[in-house]
């Protein structure tokens, strides 16, 4: 969603919450960010040539890291 400082006031006032914003890409605030350097790891070291191939690759990334946890 947007930083902007107008949509940001309209979250804390009618939803009554802080906005706290995570650093892009820190795997330490945000565990997931681990899961897909791991997928883009196996992705490149497949060397998809086409659609097809990238597409197939992710798939096997994500089938092998999430039945792997």
Do not use: M, V
């Not at 995570?22 to 960010?33: C, G, K, R, V």
């Amino acid at each position: 969603f947007h930083k902007n400082g107008n949509i940001k006031a309209l979250i804390e006032k009618s939803a009554g919450c802080d906005l706290l914003y995570l650093q892009a890409y820190s795997p330490d605030f945000n565990p997931i960010e681990h899961q897909w350097s791991q997928i883009k790891h196996h992705i490149r070291k497949a060397l998809p040539s086409c659609k097809r191939n990238l597409y197939e690759a992710a798939e096997h990334a994500f089938r092998t890291i999430f039945i792997h946890r």
